[in-house]
Nanobody
Framework: QVQLVESGGGLVQAGGSLRLSCAAS?????????MGWFRQAPGKEREFVAA????????NYADSVKGRFTVSRDNAKSTVFLQMNSLKPEDTGVYYC????????????WGQGTQVTVSS
């Protein structure tokens, strides 16, 4: 079992930056699980944003955020981060972090989400 709590959302102007954090807890060792970030805009389906493997060595990003967002993790603090730069109004939405075991293809554990609003 993994519990996830996101923080760091807020209101920012276009071109600005935000850093999201997701703290994990539970019986599973954080350093053994893959982490991902997803977002859901109003009226749209949830979409993948970024992911980082358990070791931190492999990352991947949605095309829409490549070059602007950076995912990282601190296994000692059981926390994953999403640094978001050059934010655009279309980045607005609820951002969720998620966790899965490396052997799984789907994410099984989800946080409650944090709102990010980018004004034009």
């Amino acid at each position: 079992q993994v519990q996830l709590v996101e923080s760091g959302g807020g209101l920012v102007q276009a071109g600005g930056s935000l850093r999201l954090s997701c703290a994990a807890s539970g019986r599973t060792s954080f350093s053994s699980i893959d982490m991902g970030w997803f977002r859901q805009a109003p009226g749209k389906e949830r979409e993948f944003v970024a992911a980082i493997r358990w070791s931190g060595g492999n990352t991947n990003y949605a095309d829409s955020v490549k070059g602007r967002f950076t995912v990282s993790r601190d296994n000692a603090k059981s926390t994953v981060f999403l640094q978001m730069n050059s934010l655009k109004p279309e980045d607005t939405g609820v951002y969720y972090c998620a966790a899965k075991y490396p052997s799984r293809s789907r994410y099984d554990y989800w946080g409650q989400g944090t709102q990010v609003t980018v004004s034009s």
